[in-house]
């Protein structure tokens, strides 16, 4: 203590009072502070990650992972208008530090003109672009990619762990192919304008969606492993229910979410299809629900079903129908070789309603109170085969789509149908296990933003210290100048 005391006695007495040594000092400071900048660059020292949720630094998760990947593997990682000193850079180089195959490249669009044409990368927008390489294969990723909204608490999610993780996985060759169709040409709920958020979250799961128009293909392509079929409105023509039965003959499996009111023609080609399960979606009237722990915003045709217990809904938790159709089933559905498993059923106390015109939520004429079944999971064993075709079929595709629900009178209290509780749960759940496909690496980080608002005095107070902690200091700077100027 004593040492240090003589030591600012001798900078006080010698240093600073002489202007020309004080100058040599400062620059003694900064050349000391620049020195220590260049060593800890070299060095590149761990970084020390303060956020809640880590965000900036890669979990033993996507370590095993990445270090699990085979020798053969030699993953490119070009990251386009992106900047040393980018948060995601610096999690992209933890990538490779994990396993010394994957190799991350900066790149000035200008200089590598060939890439951007190979990948499609747009530039100049103020946005960034990762493309994932590993031999012919590629993820793109845009700058738009790395967040996602938790519509149930309104928060922000950080997902570029995962995004990188997934395409990293996706990429290697221990990638199967993970290819899902969309039927199209009938008037279906489209997945890519009405079901967008349904897609990125596939995407995510790391599913390629392709959309599938069969009166051109004429057939369903080996490589699919899940048909989605979303609220045709018109009939299938022959040769689409030829491709179709042939598609199911061969154990191909098949997501069917099917609205209300979707078809307001006959559909005998449809429920063609339908009839190898055994099952009718019944489509001329909604699900009035009475019991109130079954429904939401006091609106009984927003259903909470009854969760069934399946591979598919374990540990699902709620999920909210918007008015549901419901299904019905042939008597005996051995008959067909089908067993059924009830994903989502009503409450006893729920009725049947055709008449839209009837706003009273007890029974009318002809309607009864009784159990639904509006989700199921129905296994068929093709003849003379060891192969199964499953099906998963629900008698609702809105709960899935994009489609804004308000939850209160405010225009801005909205949330995506897709939104509410598990349903986007269910429909990805119901997707894995078509298309027999473990969970891809889940990795959600919350960026909850928390706002300053202080009270009256707090703000004043606030403003005081900003504002006069400067001043002070300049008064103080001015004293001491006029001091050491009467010494003198």
């Known amino acids: 203590m004593t040492k240090l005391k003589k030591i600012i006695d001798i900078l006080k007495s010698k240093w600073l009072k002489d202007t020309s040594k004080t100058i040599i000092l400062i620059a003694i400071i900064v050349a000391i502070f620049i020195g220590i900048n260049i060593l800890v660059e070299k060095l590149n020292p761990k970084d020390i990650d303060l956020t809640k949720e880590k965000l900036y630094t890669l979990t033993e998760e996507s370590k095993k992972i990445v270090a699990g990947l085979p020798e053969t593997d030699k993953i490119k990682i070009y990251m386009f208008e992106c900047e040393e000193r980018d948060p995601i850079v610096d999690l992209a180089k933890q990538y490779s530090k994990a396993n010394k195959n994957i190799e991350i490249e ?134 689409e229910v030829k491709a179709i039965e042939d598609y199911i003959k061969r154990g191909g499996n098949i997501l069917w979410l099917n609205n209300v009111y979707s078809a307001k023609v006959e559909t005998p080609n449809i429920k063609a299809i339908l009839d190898m399960y055994g ?71 729920s009725i049947y309603r055709t008449n839209l015109q009837d706003v009273n939520i007890k029974p009318g004429e002809g309607e009864k109170e009784e159990k639904s079944i509006v989700g199921a999971l129905l296994e068929k064993q093709i003849s003379d085969s060891e192969k199964t075709s499953k099906l998963v079929i629900i008698a609702n595709s809105a709960f899935a789509t994009d489609t804004p629900v308000y939850t209160s009178n405010s225009s801005s209290s909205r949330m995506p149908a897709i939104g509410f509780y598990n349903n986007r749960e269910m429909v990805l759940n119901a997707t894995n296990y078509l298309t027999e496909t473990e969970d891809s690496i889940s990795i959600k980080k919350e960026m909850i933003v928390t706002k300053y608002t202080p009270t009256e005095a707090q703000d004043r107070l606030v403003k005081l210290i900003i504002f006069s902690v400067p001043v002070l200091i300049i008064i103080i700077g001015i004293i001491v100048w006029q001091l050491r100027r009467r010494k003198k």
């Not at 103020?126 to 294969?137: D, H, I, Q, S, W």
């Not at 419901?326 to 059924?340: S, W």
Request: glycine share 8%; with cysteine; hydrophobic share 35%.
């Open 106 to 239: 900066l790149v000035n669009p200008e200089d590598r003109p060939d890439l951007i044409s190979k990948y499609n990368v747009e530039t100049g927008y103020g946005y960034f672009t990762v493309v994932v390489v590993a031999g012919e294969k590629s993820k793109i990723l845009n700058s738009y990619d790395f967040s996602i909204v938790d519509y149930n608490t309104g928060n922000g999610v950080d997902i570029t762990e995962q995004r990188f993780t997934n395409s990293i996985m996706g990429v290697s060759s221990k990638a199967g192919s993970n290819i899902i169709y969309s039927l199209t040409g009938h008037g279906e709920t489209s997945i890519t304008t009405e079901m967008t958020l349904l897609k990125t979250y596939l995407e995510l799961e790391n599913y390629e969606i392709k959309e599938l128009d069969l009166l051109s293909t004429q057939n369903i392509p080996e490589d699919c492993k899940t048909l989605i079929i979303t609220s045709p409105e018109k009939d299938f023509a022959e040769p």
């Open 279 to 349: 099952v009718n979606v019944k489509q001329d009237g909604i699900i009035i629900e009475q019991e109130t722990n079954k429904m939401v915003l006091g609106t009984p045709y927003f259903v909470l079903p009854s969760i069934g217990y399946s591979e598919i809904t374990e540990d699902l938790g709620k999920v909210l129908l918007f008015n549901t159709g419901k299904l019905e089933f042939i008597e005996d559905l051995t008959t067909v070789g089908v067993t059924k498993t009830d994903l989502l059923t009503t409450s006893e106390k």
